[in-house]
T-cell receptor, first 115, second 113 residues
Framework: DSGVTQTPKHLITATGQRVTLRCSPRSGDLSVYWYQQSLDQGLQFLIQYYNGEERAKGNILERFSAQQFPDLHSELNLSSLELGDSALYFC??????????????FGPGTRLTVL | GENVEQHPSTLSVQEGDSAVIKCTYSDSASNYFPWYKQELGKGPQLIIDIRSNVGEKKDQRIAVTLNKTAKHFSLHITETQPEDSAVYFCAASRNSGYSTLTFGKGTMLLVSP
């Protein structure tokens, strides 16, 4: 158990809908990262937050957004969902922004299925 | 940006054999190289990492080697066991406030009893 929690574990929804994925980092970790994992693309970095502020963006679609709250939990919002958004979404956390060399600890993931 | 290539995509070994997974990276400024193990239905779990000031690191049956000149690093698992069966990912990042991990596409390791 990494100490990172994610809810829900599974999510099934329809095209065009909006969903929210939630992540709670390890106790004491200030950075949260979101990744998308699909069979053909592997683990793709989406976005990073540090202590409530956005710090880095990867291949995140404009339909997707995220935020980190004062209690450091984070939410990833996915809107206007398409079939191709079906994937595993992982949250990871690390102790501090510091550098790109912080050890990242991953949560168990949310499996999103768009029908 | 950084590009990480990982080989092989699948690797089948007999229990007790050694397994080697190789990764190459493109950004010469990268200096942190973690390896993650992902079991079915779970999130990636860090198993070992290496930083650029070190050429090799060992932890029991697992070792990682780094060749910065050639820009490649490898994961070595000795005396493999069935519970080592999983998908292994290599990754790379640089020491920068805005840098993030770039992952290889993964290697599915199957250890047969």
């Amino acid at each position: 158990d990494s100490g990172v929690t994610q809810t829900p574990k599974h999510l099934i929804t329809a095209t065009g809908q909006r969903v929210t994925l939630r992540c709670s980092p390890r106790s004491g970790d200030l950075s949260v990262y979101w990744y998308q994992q699909s069979l053909d693309q592997g683990l793709q970095f989406l976005i990073q937050y540090y202590n409530g502020e956005e710090r880095a963006k990867g291949n995140i679609l404009e339909r997707f957004s995220a935020q980190q709250f004062p209690d450091l939990h984070s939410e990833l919002n996915l809107s206007s969902l398409e079939l191709g958004d079906s994937a595993l979404y992982f949250c990871a956390s690390s102790v501090a922004l510091a550098s790109g060399t912080d050890t990242q600890y991953f949560g168990p993931g949310t499996r999103l299925t768009v029908l | 940006g950084e590009n990480v290539e990982q080989h092989p995509s699948t690797l089948s070994v007999q229990e007790g054999d050694s397994a080697v997974i190789k990764c190459t990276y493109s950004d010469s400024a990268s200096n942190y190289f973690p390896w993650y193990k992902q079991e079915l239905g779970k999130g990636p779990q860090l198993i070992i990492d290496i930083r650029s000031n070190v050429g090799e690191k060992k932890d029991q049956r697992i070792a990682v080697t780094l060749n910065k000149t050639a820009k490649h690093f490898s994961l070595h698992i000795t005396e493999t066991q069935p519970e080592d069966s999983a998908v292994y990912f290599c990754a790379a990042s640089r020491n920068s406030g805005y840098s993030t991990l770039t992952f290889g596409k993964g290697t599915m390791l199957l250890v047969s009893p």
